[in-house]
T-cell receptor, first 113, second 112 residues
Framework: KQEVTQIPAALSVPEGENLVLNCSFT??????LQWFRQDPGKGLTSLLL???SQREQTSGRLNASLDKSSGRSTLYIAASQPGDSATYLC????????????WGAGTKLIIKP | SQTIHQWPATLVQPVGSPLSLECTVE??????LYWYRQAAGRGLQLLFY??????ISSEVPQNLSASRPQDRQFILSSKKLLLSDSGFYLC???????????FGPGTRLLVL
């Protein structure tokens, strides 16, 4: 059974720092992995999607990596800003069961001005 | 462009009352549609998904049901709410099972 874990559950850093959010999964047989952002009381916004054959994806100040063999992904945020404050969720897409997404519980990130 | 709407935004209901949450998508046809529940501090739980107007799959046994009366409309219902039904309900759409899912703004349900 696929399980997705995100550590830490919460993180608070000063503005301007570079930071890394972690996501681990138990079954390496995945189709792809996505990182989402959720603002308080809002829906989710897709940030980056990494196919199982890829090692990383970049969008602006965000870089996501994938190491399928070790069951890990990281989301790197460069030069953090207060507007980056949100909960970041990781989800892996199964290759069976109609490609369902299996979700981590998220990391709540606070960037202090 | 495509947009997804959910209503109501917030709902407070007594235990044992019925429920109807609505989700509609604009700007696309024959989307895959999903209902998720998000409990505090936990990952999203897939409740139902639909790949067509007469094709709805249930992922978790519960007192909830889903219907798709139109191609771009997805309804989540219950005949009698339980306290444990409280949570944040999210609707999403996608072009295919392997494609990125796009989420609505969510409905916060509190059952008292």
């Amino acid at each position: 059974k696929q399980e997705v874990t995100q550590i830490p559950a919460a993180l608070s850093v000063p503005e301007g720092e570079n930071l890394v959010l972690n996501c681990s999964f138990t079954d390496s047989a995945i189709y792809n992995l996505q990182w989402f952002r959720q603002d308080p009381g809002k829906g989710l916004t897709s940030l980056l999607l990494i196919q199982s054959s890829q090692r990383e994806q970049t969008s602006g100040r965000l870089n996501a990596s994938l190491d399928k063999s070790s069951g890990r992904s990281t989301l790197y945020i460069a030069a953090s800003q207060p507007g980056d404050s949100a909960t970041y969720l990781c989800a892996v897409r199964r290759v069976d069961s109609n490609y369902q997404l299996i979700w981590g519980a998220g990391t709540k990130l606070i960037i202090k001005p | 462009s495509q947009t997804i709407h959910q209503w109501p935004a917030t709902l407070v209901q007594p235990v044992g009352s019925p429920l109807s949450l609505e989700c509609t998508v604009e700007g696309t046809s024959n989307p895959n549609l999903y209902w998720y529940r998000q409990a505090a501090g936990r990952g999203l739980q897939l409740l139902f998904y639909s790949i067509g107007i007469d094709q709805i799959s249930s992922e978790v046994p519960q007192n909830l049901s889903a219907s798709r009366p139109q191609d771009r409309q997805f309804i989540l219902s219950s005949k009698k709410l339980l306290l444990s039904d409280s949570g944040f309900y999210l609707c999403a759409w996608a072009r295919g099972l392997q494609e990125t899912q796009y989420f609505g703004p969510g409905t916060r349900l509190l059952v008292l």
